[in-house]
Structure formats: C-alpha cells, structure tokens
C-alpha cells in the first residue's frame, strides 16, 4: 500500500462521495475511482457501500481507516523529524496524558524548552493511560504523562515529582457533597461513575475492601468532562482525579482512607528519537523530578 494511495482513500472516506473526494484531491473521478478499485484488489476487500447518495465504508474499510490515519501520521511526523536541518533544534514533539493536575508541570516544562528553541512545536493527544501508551509504541506520541499503575513493559520512563488525589464529584446538595471526605461506608449503595482502567478498577477495589460488592457502578468512563454532566443530572456521582478546574453543579470531595497514584513521563523503549525528542526528554527529567 503506498501512503499516496492511502491519502486518497482517507479523503473518499471522510467525503462520503467520490466526485467531491476527486475535486478535493485535484484528480479526475474515474482516476480516483481506478486508484480505490485497485486498492481493493490489493487488500482483497470490499472498502465502500455504494448508494445512490454516495458511499459508506464497511466494516473493513472502518478498519482501514483507523490503521491508515496512523501511517500517514507517521509519515507525517517521520518528514518533520528528518527534514528540521542541522542548525538549532527544530520540528513537533509530540506529547499524550490523561486529565492530571500534573500536566501542569509538564505544561511549564513544554514552554521553557520552546523559550530555548523557538522553532520547536507540539502535538497533544488527550486518553487514557492505556491510550496514551498504545500510541507511544505505534510511534504516533513521543512522550506521556501516565498515571500508575500502568504497564510500561514497551517504555522508558521517570516518575514526576507530584502525586494525583483520588475524590467524588458528587451534585450540590446532595448528602454527599456535604461531606469533607468519603469513605467507602458513604459510597457502598450509591450510583458511582468509575474509570475504565482495570488496573484504576482493581486499586478501587482494594480501596473498598469488603464493601466493594456493594458498590454501584453505573458507567464507565476514560474522560471527565461527560460524566461531569450527566453527575449535574443526578444519574451518579464520579470517582475521579482532583482536577486544576471546577464544574457549576458539582463538588469535589477526597477519598479517605487517602488514595493517591504517582505519574510517570514515558517514552519508547530503544526508539530512534529525533534529535528534539532527544533533547526535551533530558529536559523534562531536571524541570519534572525535581
């Protein structure tokens, strides 16, 4: 498959319709027509459904297109990485992390590094910790910011100095948000929002004890800012990270017994980074650790 090709399907799939992707990609429609119907041939699938209002990808062609945004993303990137020339450092750092306070500590590390080399910039992926991982060792992030526990078996990585606080963001004016702290005697019985995260599930269990059977989970979850309304409804209220943010409606309350999880910068074991990387890496560990 040749990454031009791949541009062309990706274009053919997010118009919907052939004529309009042509006229997009400046080619002729019986050209893109012949350039989809031999990628077909190549993968020995049928990519699009056909209709009268244009085209809808098949379960195979959704397939396609995740993998292909990745090749052209690393693509992309591995151009920038190459071509940023011997002089200062230049190019895109690119950085995942979940929802942490501590990215502001990487933020501040992100804005000095560019006070140094002006001519560097960033891309930011925002997901889960197992997401941010995923993409560290497609190649498609640099470097992440995760909270423990994680699986770092494809990693290098350092622990930041600060820890993430575990809480309730429970709806004003219920008994919940009157509390101080809560315990897992205030949680058992109430309709709870939890992380998607196994390993985040198995510390909450632990964190539960003996009460964790009476536990209500109602949802699942891998960011906040969804399950922070629908905590606003009063369909639950959700176990979450104390944030830097504050949400109309809601309160934060902090677990007791305390729970707390440490974070770790992360990036690819026996990767050929980028000069840049290289350099932000080694710069992050003096700004983060200490």
């Not at 002089?87 to 501040?108: I, K, M």
């Not at 922070?228 to 809601?250: H, N, P, Q, V, W």
């Not at 980028?274 to 992050?284: D, N, P, Q, V, Y």
Request: hydrophobic share 40%; aromatic share 6%.
């Amino acid at each position: 498959m040749e990454i031009r090709v791949l541009r062309y399907f990706l274009a053919a799939a997010g118009e919907g319709n052939i004529t309009k992707a042509a006229e997009l990609l400046r080619l002729t429609q019986p050209t893109l027509s012949r350039q989809i119907r031999d990628l077909e041939l190549e993968l020995g699938a049928k990519l699009f459904e056909r209709g009268g209002r244009g085209i809808s990808l098949t379960e195979e062609g959704r397939l396609l297109r995740r993998r292909a945004e990745e090749m052209v993303s690393l693509e992309e990137k591995a151009r920038r990485e190459i071509s940023g020339g011997d002089g200062g450092l230049s190019g895109v750092v690119s950085v995942g992390s979940g929802e942490l306070r501590s990215f502001s500590r990487l933020a501040e590390a992100l804005a000095s590094f560019r006070e140094i080399h002006p001519q560097v910039s960033y891309e930011v992926f925002s997901g889960s910790a197992d997401g941010v991982r995923e993409r560290i060792e497609n190649g498609l992030v640099d470097v992440g910011l995760l909270l423990e526990p994680v699986d770092l078996g494809n990693c290098e990585s350092f622990r930041i100095a600060q820890r993430e606080e575990w809480g309730v963001l429970a709806r004003d004016g219920s008994g919940l948000a009157g509390k101080e702290h809560a315990g897992p005697e205030d949680l058992a019985g109430t309709p709870l929002f939890v992380p998607n995260r196994p390993s985040l599930r198995e510390a909450l269990s632990r964190w539960f004890g003996d009460l964790y059977g009476s536990a209500d989970i109602v949802c699942g979850y891998n960011l906040l800012y969804n399950v922070a309304l629908m905590a606003r409804k009063g369909l639950g209220a959700a176990i979450t990270l104390m944030l830097d943010s504050s949400y109309a409606g809601l309160r934060f309350v902090p677990l007791r017994p305390k729970l707390e999880g440490a974070v770790v910068l992360a990036w690819k074991k026996s990767a050929a980074l980028s000069r840049t990387t290289g350099a932000f890496i080694e710069h992050a560990k003096n700004a983060l650790q200490a």
